[in-house]
């Protein structure tokens, strides 16, 4: 790895855990890590608040293994699928990091390629400033039309499940994976049993209040079509070995993706971009 990526002061090149090679980024607002494998996103946090992501004490940081917490990213498919692993590669496969840079207020960006996949070339864009801006590109180099779902399955840090309510998604249809039905609500979701929700057909920014940490954390996206809300609660907590039996309390995830109905079909020469900024109030 090149130390011309490495910015001193800013940026710096390190083994992580498992030994797993990791960005450590410092800006005047703000601190942050991403990992090669994966291109993961592990920490981010504001000074003088709590961390804005949550990363599990019992996650695997390991070649082929995905990594518990922080912003998984999910491609080129979303969920199980037979004989592959879920939710796509991208995020066990080791990424390159081509590009960082410092701009002229503070902010730290990096530059992520996916080494060669099916055709497509998939890059991700992470910007470290007093907030947390994620773009992930996807460009069809095949000559053969093409179906993806992408999604940024971002896992924050919260006080307790019991004190916060999500606000965003009134009125929008969901798909209920727990009850296995459709449904809406009309007033903010607030948690109390496992949740896994795919809200179909929104655009909607997506705040999560939590008066436990005295802060709100703000999800905006540009190019996506689907949020999920997802907390698995004590039993699905039980059955995850790199998920420790007691933090489900201690985290939330709201994913911003193109999922299901919304997944996306790329012409040959085509492109999405899918872009998260994650700030806090
Ligand atoms: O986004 C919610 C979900 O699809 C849940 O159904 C649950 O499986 C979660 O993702 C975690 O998936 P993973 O493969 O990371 O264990």
Redesign the pocket.
């Known amino acids: 790895m090149s130390d011309a990526l490495e910015i001193p002061g800013h940026l710096t090149l390190a083994p992580g855990n498992g030994g797993l090679l990791k960005a450590i980024v410092e800006t005047p607002w703000s601190h942050a890590e991403i990992y090669l494998h994966g291109a993961h996103v592990t920490h981010f946090q504001k000074i003088g608040e709590p961390p804005l992501l949550f990363m599990s004490a019992a996650s695997q940081f390991a070649e082929g293994s ?1 990594i ?1 917490g922080g912003v ?1 990213i999910i491609f080129p498919w ?3 699928r037979d004989g592959f692993p ?2 796509g590669y991208a995020r066990t496969s080791t990424w390159k990091l081509t590009e960082t840079c410092l701009l002229s207020n503070g902010a730290v960006t990096l530059r992520f390629t996916l080494p060669s996949t099916d055709g497509f070339q998939v890059e991700f864009l992470v910007t470290v400033a007093d907030s947390l801006l994620m773009e992930l590109s996807v460009a069809n180099r095949s000559t053969e039309v093409a179906q993806i779902e992408t ?1 940024l ?1 971002t896992y924050f840090q919260i006080s307790d499940i019991s004190a916060i309510s999500i606000t965003g998604l009134e009125g929008v249809t969901y798909l209920d ?1 727990v009850a296995a039905l459709s449904h809406s609500e009309s007033c903010p979701i607030q948690i109390s049993s496992e949740v ?1 929700r795919v809200y179909g057909d929104t655009r909607a920014t997506v705040d999560i209040l939590d008066p436990g940490f005295q802060r709100s954390i703000r999800v905006e996206k540009t190019g996506s079509d689907s949020t ?1 809300v ?1 907390n ?1 609660w004590i039993e ?1 907590s039980k059955r ?1 070995a790199d998920f420790g039996d007691e933090e489900y309390p201690h985290m939330v ?1 709201v ?1 911003s993706g193109n999922v299901a109905g919304n997944a996306v079909t790329l012409a040959p020469g085509a492109s999405s971009v899918l872009g998260v900024r994650l700030s806090s109030f």
């Open positions: 995905p518990r998984p979303f969920g199980p879920a939710h999604c399955h994976k896994d999920i997802w698995p699905k995850m995830c994913e």
